[in-house]
């Protein structure tokens, strides 16, 4: 396989539209089961929420500032297709219009125990 076609990082930087806390809240575990078959084909390798200001403290609810996500994907048009049919892009979670799509390599990544 030459490596024109081998897939590309991109970090995705997304930020969540003002005031949707309580409705990134309720349709997460929707989220969070359509992200297990594109973490299981290796289309996203890294993701997670940003916060506000700080990591929460336990039990309180998180200040979300966006997400942050590895895709792997040939071009950055195509790594913005894969995460188009997220429930957060549906649900007006994500400001995806807002969306930062960079090429990354990344020197270090560790998998979470």
Request: glycine share 8%; charged share 20%; aromatic share 6%.
């Amino acid at each position: 396989m030459s490596s024109s076609s081998q897939k590309k990082e991109f970090l995705v930087i997304i930020p969540d539209k003002p005031g949707v806390g309580a409705k990134r809240i309720e349709v997460r575990p929707t989220h969070k089961s359509g992200l297990k078959p594109l973490v299981e084909s290796g289309s996203i390798v890294a993701g997670g929420a940003m916060f506000q200001d700080q990591h929460p403290a336990e039990g309180q609810t998180p200040n979300f500032k966006g997400s942050m996500i590895i895709v792997m994907a040939n071009t950055a048009a195509e790594a913005k297709e894969i995460l188009s049919k997220d429930v957060y892009v549906t649900e007006g979670v994500w400001d995806f219009d807002a969306a930062q799509i960079i090429p990354f390599q990344s020197a270090v990544r560790m998998p979470l125990a």
